[in-house]
């Protein structure tokens, strides 16, 4: 009896420990989609390798996406489908002085609908994607400064309208201490018709954008934040795409395809050719540029409707893990207002264990404005100095190598001696991550901006060209490239007078270069991928001679216009000076 009952343990046991999981791994198998459909969202903050989730797939059957939306109905009037619409004769006055005001046409807003229809504007492929369907909810936020009422009004109609409901968690308006009236109750008023789904918070005083933005990171409450600007239109089925990479992988970053929404009649079309790609970088002065998509980087995807890398992003729409975001420290709270914050926050997700993909199936309309309407308020009078170039400082001082930060003071010698505040704690985050070194960044991630702005030579001088013969400084005269450029009154601040000439006969100014032909002196675009060029400075006769024209810069005497003349050691309308100067 005994025996005979130790038997049927030993096969009790062995169905419990052997059948039982063999049964659970077939069923488990056959039934992975809803397995891994139904994990839990909480387990998006553990290591990742403890997660298995599910990733968009593209559909071969011809049929539409899961989360594709219905075609929008047709719709009559002013600025539906995302056309121009051009102002009846009576209020083009007050579109002029709303242009004035605001930087866009805000009569020509406020004479569309807020729930106009766009054009889908996305690659055909995008309509066959399926996507997971326990994707995270997302906080989508909005900071405003003296923002339209009608273009943020459409911005949060469009999210409202072109997201799937189950993955809004709330759309969050910060107000960044703005002036105007109809900002107050007006929009208090309004917004209860979305019956809690939008939510608005005030400054007490005047932020800036950046730290607007972590405040508000800080109040949503979305496993995913979502910044956009306040004057934005989202396109079809926007959100899914940008949701999948970061369910994926919490710490990527991803970022739409930027549309354009034209600043005076509020038509709403594409800005880059289309299904052609491309990726956020930037020149050695900090600037934000655009670059092709590397076949490097296009090749490692099947599909080219599918997300790529990207060293770093235009700074206004983005989405990211919410926690993830404040792990980083948000952004860096000694930003100030606008500007950088792109890079800042772009070099600490790639150095530090994250990663940026660009999503073309992703598409957002923004109205770029004709001018920057706002000032910089208080914050920028405990600036010595332009508060962007202090803002630059801070993000390369921290994330930079010595080998790169000279590249940047070569660019633009002046930040040398401006201002950026403390660092030391933005230093110590970097060190406390763990963070990869800049060097490794530009190796494995940006190594296209090498392709289009090669390591710079060291500048021979910088600073003021004074002419000898008429005492004055060569000048771009404010004007933008192409612009034949002059001379004048010498002013020591820099300016539109500080120009660089380097070791490989570059002539420089800000991000463009001087040339010249026989007809005159001109400030043209560089020559992207170089950095030298056919000036050549004669120290013992202080000439400046163009290397192809075998001509000298000279003042003309006469006209006081700048020319190319046959070199004359003796003529002092072709002697130059170039002297530093100092922020004033
Ligand atoms: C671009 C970005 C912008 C930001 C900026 C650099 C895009 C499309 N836009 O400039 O998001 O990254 O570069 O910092 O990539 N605002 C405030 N407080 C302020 C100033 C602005 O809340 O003190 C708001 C403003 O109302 C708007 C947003 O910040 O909603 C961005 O400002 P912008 O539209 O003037 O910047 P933009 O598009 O020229
Ligand atoms: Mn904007």
Redesign the pocket.
């Known amino acids: 009896r005994v025996q005979f009952k130790r038997g049927r343990i030993v096969r009790i046991a062995a169905c419990v420990f052997i059948v039982v999981p063999l049964l659970y791994l077939l069923f488990s198998k056959s039934n992975q989609l809803q397995y891994e459909a139904s994990l839990n969202r909480k387990s998006l903050s553990e290591p990742d390798k403890y997660i298995i989730r599910s990733r968009p797939v593209f559909k071969a059957d011809g049929k539409l996406g899961n989360l594709e939306p219905p075609l929008e109905p047709y719709k009559e009037g002013p600025g539906e489908g995302g056309k121009a619409y051009h102002l009846p004769e009576a209020y083009r006055a007050a579109g002029d002085a709303s242009l004035g005001e605001y930087g866009m046409n805000m009569e020509t807003s406020n004479h569309i609908s807020f729930d106009r229809t766009i054009p889908d504007l996305r690659m055909e492929e995008c309509k066959y994607w399926d996507y997971p369907l326990d994707l995270p909810k997302a906080s989508v936020i909005?900071?405003?400064?003296?923002?339209g009422f009608s273009s943020l009004m459409r911005t949060v109609h469009s999210i409202i309208k072109r997201t799937p409901a189950q993955y809004l968690e709330e759309i969050i308006l910060?107000d960044?201490f703005s002036s105007k009236a109809d900002l107050d109750q007006k929009l208090e008023d309004y917004i209860q018709r979305f019956n809690g789904k939008v939510r608005l918070i005030r400054n007490t005083e005047?932020?800036?954008?950046?730290r607007?933005r972590s405040r508000g990171a800080k109040e949503s409450r979305g496993e995913v934040i979502v910044?956009l600007?306040?004057?934005c239109e989202v396109g079809l089925n926007w959100l899914p795409p940008l949701l999948a990479p970061i369910y994926s992988d919490r710490k990527i970053m991803t970022v739409p395809v930027?549309d354009g929404i034209d600043y005076q009649t509020w038509e709403f079309r594409s800005v880059y050719e289309p299904d052609h790609h491309y990726r956020g970088i930037f020149e050695w002065g900090m600037l934000y540029k655009e670059n092709e998509l590397p076949e490097r980087e296009a090749k490692k995807r099947k599909y080219n409707s599918e997300p790529y890398k990207s060293p770093t992003?235009?700074?206004?729409?983005f989405a990211m893990d919410r926690a993830f975001f404040l792990e980083l420290g948000g952004y860096d709270p000694g930003l100030l207002?606008?500007?950088?914050?792109?890079f800042e926050l772009s070099f600490k997700i790639w150095m530090c264990g994250g990663s940026i993909e660009w999503v073309p199936c992703s598409r957002i309309g923004?109205v770029?404005?004709s001018f920057?309407p706002?000032n910089?308020?208080k914050l920028a009078d405990r600036v010595k100095g332009p508060l962007i170039t202090y803002n630059y400082k801070r993000v390369i001082e921290t994330w930079f190598d010595e080998k790169h930060k000279a590249y940047f003071y070569t660019r633009e010698p002046l930040a040398m001696f401006l201002d950026m505040g403390d660092i030391s704690e933005q230093v110590a985050l970097r060190d406390k991550l763990h963070c990869k070194d800049f060097s490794w960044f530009m190796k494995h991630v940006a190594y296209d901006v090498y392709t289009k702005f090669p390591e710079l030579p060291p500048n021979l001088f910088w600073g003021e060209a004074k002419n000898l013969g008429t005492q004055k400084c060569l000048d771009s005269m404010g004007r933008t490239a192409p612009a034949v450029i002059g001379t004048s009154y010498c002013h020591g601040s820099g300016s539109s007078q500080l120009f660089r000439l380097n070791a490989e006969g570059q002539l420089g100014h800000g991000e463009r270069c001087v040339d010249a032909d026989k007809q005159g002196v001109k400030l043209i675009f560089c020559r992207l991928g170089t950095v030298d060029g056919p000036w050549r400075f004669h120290n013992s006769t202080r000439q400046l001679e163009h290397a192809i024209l075998k001509r000298c810069l000279s003042v003309h005497p006469e006209t006081n216009q700048l020319a190319m003349l046959r070199c004359d050691e003796n003529n002092s309308y072709q002697q130059w000076r170039f002297k530093e100067v100092r922020p004033d």
Not at 142 to 147: I, K, R
Not at 206 to 210: H, N, P, V, W
């Open positions: 909005l900071v405003f400064h003296n923002e910060v960044d005047r932020e800036g954008l950046i607007t910044f600007d306040a004057h930027i992003h235009a700074g206004g729409l207002v606008w500007g950088g914050e792109n923004h770029y404005r920057m706002y910089f308020g």
